[in-house]
């Protein structure tokens, strides 16, 4: 009864989203229903659809900071994404780039989340240094406007192996719809949730897949990226909501053998598909930086301000004028 409910809605939000490219709140919150109630059948069948609608790129390479992947080594790779829903590359960032993203990190002022703000996930007014001695937040956070000044992020915002290996996952042109960027710092298991230190799984899109970059490295006392592996499948009947999950209720779902932390030296290089349940373990010291870019097959859903560039180097944009549909939401000023 509740599907015959919350489908029309969806459905003319769909509409609506494919005339407009506006995604409506209640259509949007009709998707993430439906998505538990078919226990994600519905969005594996939507993007059928949009498979064989958009179609894919025929001259994309995978060749760039993955390393130069044949069509065999692409294919083994992404079957092991599609079989655990993530995987770990053998080939890390080099130094030299660790280190450049590293120092602009230490010397950017940012926002950081607001502990004390009564609305969840709120970030601070003002901006600061990092500086992990003094820490006054879980959290610190770049705008995407922040991310793309910096000439090495950029580098892997425009790599052709990330967009090579994305297309080969979503089974049709992707669209980089997000890029993330942000410090973590121990702060005794305040704001868990918001900080998203509690298990859950993300529906942003329709199907997406993330790329992960540890910047600092990363061990099981500095906040390993925690998964639940196989859980990007099918939801199990005993998941009736989204939201935020403890550990214990994940355990008794999945098994503890199926939890895993994703540890890493800096450098280390995964594709995620957090449509699995995951979360950031607590940090017990030091600090972690962390880069992500969200590959998609639809901007139908979360409203995402689009990325601007004051300078790239004119390669890049010529990548972004011949790959026009993944990067639709990056302007060049």
Known sequence: M????????????YLFFKATKKTLLYSYASFQKIFVLTHGQSNDNLSKTINAKVGKYNDVKANGILGNLSQNQLKEMVAEVQQNGYFIFDTML???MIKEIYTYASN???????????????????????????????????TSAQILKCPKLQQLIFDASLLAFAQAYLGCKPILDLVAFWWSAPFQGK???????????DLDRIKFLKFFFYLTDVDTDTGPFCY?????????????????????????????????????????????????FHKGKDL????????????????????????KIDYASPSYQQIAEHYSHTYQQIFFH
């Open 108 to 142: 950017e002022p940012v926002t950081y989340l607001d502990i004390h703000s009564k609305k969840f996930q709120e970030s601070s007014k003002d901006k600061i240094i990092f500086d992990a001695e003094n820490a006054v937040s879980p959290r610190y956070d770049f």
């Open 284 to 307: 017990l010291r030091e600090q972690r930086l962390m880069f992500q870019i969200e590959f998609a097959n639809s901007m139908f859903g979360q409203a995402y301000s689009p990325c």
């Open 94 to 96: 080099p130094e030299t």
């Open 2 to 13: 509740l599907k015959l409910i919350y489908y029309p809605i969806f459905l003319f939000g």
């Open 191 to 201: 704001a868990k949730s918001a900080a998203a230190q509690m298990y859950h799984f």
């Open 228 to 276: 639940v592996k196989g859980s990007h499948k099918t939801l199990p009947p005993a998941i009736t909501r989204d939201g935020r999950f403890e550990d214990n209720e994940i355990e008794t779902i999945y098994g503890k053998e199926n939890i895993l932390e994703l540890c890493g030296k800096r450098g280390t290089i995964m594709a995620v598909d957090t449509r699995g």
